[in-house]
């Protein structure tokens, strides 16, 4: 390690909060799936900042847009008009089918903004009485980092000493549709839920559970939200993973790849009157709806459908899923995925899977490790099969090593 890396890791242990356990390497540098550090030494970025950079990094279309933008006006507030949000709710609506759009910055922020806006539905249209809305979520969920988001995360990492928590909230097993039918009541204003749970180490749900779930939902006038912050905007190989469900949400989040990595733009679509309950100063955000973020995300979007990374993402997943399942390894216990959104779960004695990570990295491959055992494994949509290929004999090297 040369002595700047070592400046780099040794400044930020010593003026940063420790909320975080980085891989020992120091970016500087992204073009679509690769990424440099410092020495220029190049990876393979198998994570895509959690799915913030679907299309790539810095994609040249998206920093044109964004650079344009940032010459004309950035913020406005949302006291008077910009000449960009109109065009951005007109193509994401377009985009995804929804009637009403609400902008917001940060993933959590849009997680937040939906729990506000699904209770004031109950209030105001629903008839439940003030104070008593209940909304169901899922165990081992990820919906962001906010109080009120980790006040109903069953993760005691995420919890434990931030409390006290906000009430309001009932947590079922996920992948149970009768779980969830017990659980609701004539309180009950909302199921929460990941299409595909990513952070708990990308869980698929079997398979017709969704189905199920849209039939209790509007069965018993509960609104479905589903957060898709990760699954969306291309990740598991449609626009949206509730297309593989074939239903559709009541409410829909958005995040990450909205503005292809270039500027946190997150937002919350809904189909009925959910976002029309909202009045004027009843809720906002400073930089919520900013031209800059606007010109980013309509980028972001049309670069994701024009250069075809949709379909991109469900080609190379399939091959790159097919392509772990060949790796005969010991040391793996299951390899899932939908479109690029996979996981190689190890075995509890292959030993953790951070290990596994370390090494990937002197193979060129940047991954990061969930929940002790599992690797996840996410590149942006746009990587060719021959980087797949190459991918994988990186990763058949390593897998058929044992770090217990
Ligand atoms: C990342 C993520 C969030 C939170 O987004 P932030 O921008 O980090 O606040 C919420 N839900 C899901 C499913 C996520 O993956």
């Not at 420790?18 to 410092?38: A, F, K, Q």
């Not at 933008?69 to 995804?96: C, G, K, M, P, V």
């Not at 075995?347 to 940047?366: M, S």
Request: hydrophobic share 40%; net charge negative.
């Amino acid at each position: 390690m040369s002595a700047s890396v070592i400046d780099f890791l040794a400044t930020e242990a010593r003026f940063g909060a420790h909320n975080y356990d980085p891989i020992g390497v120091v970016l500087s540098r992204g073009e679509g799936v690769w990424v440099w550090d410092t020495e220029g030494n190049r990876y393979l970025d198998c994570l895509s900042a959690y799915s913030a950079v679907n299309q790539g990094h810095c994609h040249p279309k998206i920093l044109a847009a964004m650079v344009e933008q940032a010459h004309r006006l950035t913020l406005t507030s949302r006291a008077f008009h910009n000449d960009q949000l109109a065009l951005f709710y007109q193509e994401i609506a377009a985009l995804t089918g929804s009637h009403k759009v609400l902008p917001m910055n940060s993933g959590a922020e849009a997680v937040e903004s939906a729990i506000k806006s699904v209770r004031k539905w109950g209030y105001e249209v629903k008839g439940v009485p003030d104070g008593h809305a209940e909304i169901i979520v899922c165990a081992d969920n990820f919906h962001g980092r906010t109080l009120g988001i980790v006040g109903f995360s069953t993760d005691p990492e995420s919890r434990t000493h931030f409390g006290p928590f906000a009430p309001g909230f009932k947590i079922i097993p996920f992948g149970d549709a009768a779980a969830l039918e017990q659980a609701i009541t004539p309180n009950t204003v909302a199921f929460l839920v990941e299409p595909i749970q990513g952070e708990a180490g990308v869980i698929i749900p079997p398979a017709g559970y969704f189905t199920e779930v849209r039939e209790l939902c509007t069965a018993n006038n509960v609104m479905l939200v589903l957060d898709e912050i990760q699954t969306g905007l291309g990740r598991t190989g449609k626009l949206l993973a509730e297309q593989h469900e074939g239903i559709e949400a009541d409410v829909t989040l958005l995040g990450k790849a909205l503005s292809g990595g270039f500027y946190p733009v997150s937002a919350v679509l809904s189909n009925n009157d959910v976002l029309g309950t909202l009045r004027p100063g009843q809720h906002g955000s400073t930089f919520g709806g900013n031209p800059l973020a606007c010109a980013v995300a309509r980028a972001a979007m049309r670069v994701l459908v024009e250069e075809g990374m949709i379909e991109n993402a469900a080609t190379q997943g399939a091959r790159f899923l097919e392509g772990l399942k060949d790796i005969r390894a010991n040391t793996i216990r299951e390899v899932r995925g939908r479109g690029l959104m996979l996981a190689v779960e190890l075995h509890p004695e292959a030993g953790r899977a951070r290990r596994y990570c370390e090494a990937l990295q002197g193979k060129g491959i940047l991954a990061k490790d969930t929940h002790e055992h599992t690797i996840r494994i996410a590149p942006p949509l746009v990587i060719t099969s021959e980087q797949v290929d190459w991918a994988l004999e990186q990763f058949a090297a390593i897998l058929t090593q044992d770090f217990s």
